[in-house]
């Protein structure tokens, strides 16, 4: 089993940044591939970005490529998201998810994750 605990969301202006964390627990960090999601209302959720089990190589969707980046810390347990340049079209509530296996890769597709925070609200005002 995997715990996990996304925080940094909130209310934000349009040019503005943020950075959120998401604190794993409950199963050795290096061994589970990691991805963050995003729903916004009255949309289905969707990928945002996912990072390899050592940060090796990271995947992107293209709405937010060169504005957002993914990073994890083994040591500390912990998967971050650093979004610059927001936009309005950002705001929805953000989850970060696990994939665990022996040997997991790192993927966009929301049903190859086994393991779900409860999510964080991303507000960005015009």
């Known amino acids: 089993q995997v715990q996990l605990v996304e925080s940094g969301g909130g209310l934000v202006q349009a040019g503005g940044s943020l950075r959120l964390s998401c604190a794993a627990s409950g199963r050795i960090f290096s061994n589970v591939a990691m991805g963050w999601f995003r729903q916004a209302p009255g949309k289905e959720r969707e990928f945002v970005t996912a990072?390899?089990?050592?940060?090796?190589?990271?995947l992107y969707a293209d709405s937010v490529k060169g504005r957002f980046t993914i990073s994890r810390d083994n040591a500390k347990n912990t998967l971050f998201l650093q979004m610059n340049s927001l936009k309005p079209e950002d705001t929805a509530v953000y989850y970060c998810?696990?994939?665990?296996?022996?040997?997991?890769?790192?993927?966009?597709?929301?049903?190859?994750?086994?393991?779900w925070g409860q999510g964080t609200q991303v507000t960005v005002s015009s």
């Open positions: 990072i390899t089990l050592f940060g090796g190589s990271t």
């Open positions: 998810a696990a994939r665990t296996g022996p040997r997991p890769t790192m993927t966009l597709r929301e049903r190859d994750y086994d393991y």
